[in-house]
Structures are given as structure tokens and as C-alpha cells.
T-cell receptor, first 112, second 110 residues
Framework: DTGVSQDPRHKITKRGQNVTFRCDPISEHNRLYWYRQTLGQGPEFLTYFQNEAQLEKSRLLSDRFSAERPKGSFSTLEIQRTEQGDSAMYLC??????????FGPGTRLTVL | TQLLEQSPQFLSIQEGENLTVYCNSSSVFSSLQWYRQEPGEGPVLLVTVVTGGEVKKLKRLTFQFGDARKDSSLHITAAQTGDTGLYLCAGADYGQNFVFGPGTRLSVLP
């Protein structure tokens, strides 16, 4: 197992388009988190799954954002009708115990 | 809303020097993590501290959690160029929402 993977690593899209990102956590980890990081800032919490259940969602996660983890393994984050303010690095992390143990490399989204 | 502040925001030092960076909040955290992040990559976990007053050492890095579990420090002895990066602290309340500080950007010059 090589750690948390995310796909794609980079995405450029036009305003108004929908985008979907994928995260594959470390296989035995039941906790999965999505964070967003803009330039010069620390990551901001978006949502948290324990197995397939989405247990927490940030108020940052507007109705244009949806996340799923259908079988408790990989997760997807979809952004509908993208806006320029959505441009950021989207980070996924997985964990088996206390804390955010392992982050993926992130997906950098640029909305033109 | 819990907020974490980190200081200094930027730090540039020569190789071999010692340094300390700080992470402060007015809120109590059940645990606190320190991470190092390089450009274009995700953060890498360095340490988790859970007990007030706890001190953990990781080679040249020493982490301390404040007695009241509201603040933490990271001390690096004899910094190396490989220590260059963004140092982030993150605190957890009793849920799963980990709040990050804005980071300290460290540059170690040869």
C-alpha cells in the first residue's frame, strides 16, 4: 500500500462546469476526511466519513458540494456549477486512530 | 468558532541555528497535531500530543503541549536545509473537525 492517492492531481475548468475528484484512502482506514486549502492558508475542514456514513459537514460545504463514500472505501467530492472562489487545493486524509494521520497529495483545482 | 494562531508567520534562518515556532488558541483542544507541508504536496504528520504538559521528541524536533491544552510549541535544534517547509498545527475539539492554523513558513539557508 503506497498511501492515500487522489485523482486527478490537477484540474482546470471553466466557471459553471461540474468537477469530480476521487480519493483512495489507505485500505484498512475507516475514517476519511476532505479539506480545502487556499494559497497561504491552512487547510479548512469540509467533511468527514466513518466507513460509508458522512458524519460531519462544514458550513463551508454549500449545496453545490457533495461527497460520497459508497462502500466505505474510496470517496468522491463533486462540485457543481464551479465558481472562481472554488479554486484551491482539495486534500483527502485517512486515519485509523486519533488525528489526521495520512494526507494524499491533493487535487489542485483552477476555475477560469 | 475555534481559531488557531501561529507565529511567526515567516522565519528564515541559517543552517545549524535553533528555532521555536508557536501555536496558540483561546480554545481547549482534546489533541493537537503538527504537520510539515512542502509545495504542491499534502501535509505530513509529525506528531500528535494529547496530554496537557506533554513533551515529545522526534530526533531534532521537540514538541510541547501547554498545560491547559490551548497552546503548543515546536523547537528545532540545529536546523538543516531539509527542514524547510510550511509547519502547520491542527487542534481537535471533541468531534472530528480538526482546525488548522495558517502555518509558519520556515526557510533554512545553507
Amino acid at each position: 500500500d503506497t498511501g492515500v492517492s487522489q485523482d486527478p492531481r490537477h484540474k482546470i475548468t471553466k466557471r459553471g462546469q461540474n468537477v469530480t475528484f476521487r480519493c483512495d484512502p489507505i485500505s484498512e482506514h475507516n475514517r476519511l476526511y476532505w479539506y480545502r486549502q487556499t494559497l497561504g492558508q491552512g487547510p479548512e475542514f469540509l467533511t468527514y466519513f466513518q466507513n460509508e456514513a458522512q458524519l460531519e459537514k462544514s458550513r463551508l460545504l454549500s449545496d453545490r458540494f457533495s461527497a460520497e463514500r459508497p462502500k466505505g472505501s474510496f470517496s468522491t467530492l463533486e462540485i457543481q456549477r464551479t465558481e472562481q472562489g472554488d479554486s484551491a487545493m482539495y486534500l483527502c486524509a485517512s486515519s485509523q486512530s486519533v488525528g489526521l494521520e495520512f494526507f494524499g497529495p491533493g487535487t489542485r483545482l483552477t476555475v477560469l | 468558532t475555534q481559531l488557531l494562531e501561529q507565529s511567526p508567520q515567516f522565519l528564515s534562518i541559517q543552517e545549524g541555528e535553533n528555532l521555536t515556532v508557536y501555536c496558540n488558541s483561546s480554545s481547549v483542544f482534546s489533541s493537537l497535531q503538527w504537520y510539515r507541508q512542502e509545495p504542491g504536496e499534502g501535509p505530513v504528520l509529525l506528531v500528535t500530543v494529547v496530554t496537557g504538559g506533554e513533551v515529545k521528541k522526534l530526533k531534532r524536533l521537540t514538541f510541547q503541549f501547554g498545560d491547559a491544552r490551548k497552546d503548543s510549541s515546536l523547537h528545532i535544534t540545529a536546523a538543516q536545509t531539509g527542514d524547510t517547509g510550511l509547519y502547520l498545527c491542527a487542534g481537535a475539539d471533541y468531534g472530528q473537525n480538526f482546525v488548522f492554523g495558517p502555518g509558519t513558513r520556515l526557510s533554512v539557508l545553507p
